[in-house]
């Protein structure tokens, strides 16, 4: 397969993950699925990022997904 294709492929895979974690916090349904409002969103959390607390900020939101996913996996575990 040739370089281009497979940065191609790559780089769907990466799109269809990120809107994935979109759709799993439920932010198309909380936003009635008003992409102005969700790019809004996702503008602001930039921005924060960017502030002088960006770091500690991306701590937190780390933090916060990691125990998502982990208790994502022992609910489904325990089915």
């Given at each position: 397969?040739?370089?281009?294709?497979?940065?191609?492929?790559?780089?769907?895979?990466?799109?269809?993950?990120?809107?994935?974690l979109?759709?799993?916090?439920?932010?198309?349904?909380?936003?009635?699925?008003?992409?102005?409002?969700?790019?809004?969103?996702?503008?602001?959390?930039?921005?924060?990022?960017?502030w002088?607390?960006?770091?500690?900020?991306?701590?937190?939101f780390?933090?916060?997904?990691?125990?998502?996913?982990?208790?994502?996996?022992?609910?489904?575990?325990?089915?």
């Amino acid at each position: 397969m040739r370089e281009w294709q497979v940065k191609r492929r790559e780089r769907t895979r990466q799109l269809i993950e990120l809107g994935g974690l979109v759709v799993k916090a439920d932010l198309v349904e909380l936003m009635d699925d008003d992409r102005a409002a969700l790019y809004g969103a996702f503008l602001t959390v930039a921005a924060k990022l960017c502030w002088p607390d960006g770091e500690q900020a991306l701590v937190l939101f780390r933090r916060k997904g990691k125990r998502a996913f982990e208790a994502e996996q022992e609910a489904e575990s325990s089915r």
